[in-house]
Nanobody, 117 residues
């Protein structure tokens, strides 16, 4: 079965850092474009960052540019989101997403990130 399992969320102070991880199984990870989304209560789910499958293509929503970095380790079937200089408005549930040419999208269950003083 396809699984995307997020981890690494938690409570941090403004200006702090977290690294989210998403471990994938059940599909060919190296063929998949991977993304991180987030959704805060009462708000639409938002695409935060994307990394391509065969190139170093990355894209970020404007609000996180320069602060967040998406990366992947195909040997570990894992995609990461390094989050620095966190702000209260980054508080959300963060979801891992996978897409291939043949299947998907696949979603994880999410990990909570709370940025609060």
């Amino acid at each position: 079965q396809v699984q995307l399992v997020e981890s690494g969320g938690g409570l941090v102070h403004p200006g702090g850092s977290l690294r989210l991880s998403c471990v994938a199984s059940g599909f060919t990870f190296s063929s998949a474009a991977m993304s991180w989304y987030r959704q805060a209560p009462g708000k639409e789910r938002e695409l935060v960052a994307t990394i391509g499958s065969t190139t170093d293509y990355t894209r970020y929503v404007d609000s996180v540019k320069g602060r967040f970095a998406i990366s992947r380790d195909n040997a570990k079937n894992t995609v990461y989101l390094q989050m620095n200089s966190l702000k209260p408005e980054d508080t959300s549930v963060y979801y891992c997403n996978a897409r291939t040419y043949y299947a998907g999208p696949y979603w994880g269950q999410g990990t909570q990130v709370t940025v609060s003083s």
